[in-house]
């Protein structure tokens, strides 16, 4: 069993940056894909950037283009989700997930929400 843990959420100014990680335990990152996905209050959830095994392909909203960055670190079991020139509209709880590499691409998992595993979400507030 893969299990997710969101760190790195809190409250910044517009215009600012976070970083999130998302530190996997259980299982070894390696093989799977993974993505970060939000879910703002009153709304649904949705992919924000999706990340394959090998790092070889990504896929962001176009929301989030040119500000996010994922990138990982199988080493480490991490995977990160680098937001800058941050927005009040990004503000939302933000959830990592994974899926094995072979099931889906990394556009179908972000677009489609196809998981396997969710961590628990980490908050991020957008405000001055």
């Known amino acids: 069993q893969l299990q997710l843990v969101e760190s790195g959420g809190g409250l910044v100014q517009p215009g600012g940056s976070l970083r999130l990680s998302c530190a996997a335990s259980?299982?070894?990152?390696?093989?799977?894909?993974i993505g970060w996905f939000r879910q703002a209050p009153g709304k649904e959830r949705e992919g924000v950037s999706c990340?394959?095994?090998?790092?070889?392909?990504?896929y962001y909203a176009d929301s989030v283009k040119g500000r996010f960055t994922i990138s990982r670190d199988n080493a480490k079991n991490t995977v990160y989700l680098q937001m800058n020139s941050l927005k009040p509209e990004d503000t939302a709880v933000y959830y990592c997930?994974?899926?094995?590499?072979?099931?889906?691409?990394?556009?179908?998992?972000?677009?489609?929400?196809?998981?396997?595993?969710w961590g628990q979400g980490t908050h991020v507030t957008v405000s001055s």
């Open positions: 997930a994974a899926v094995p590499t072979d099931i889906t691409t990394v556009q179908s998992m972000c677009v489609r929400t196809v998981v396997w595993y």
């Open positions: 259980g299982l070894a990152l390696d093989y799977y894909s």
């Open positions: 990340i394959t095994s090998s790092a070889g392909s990504t």
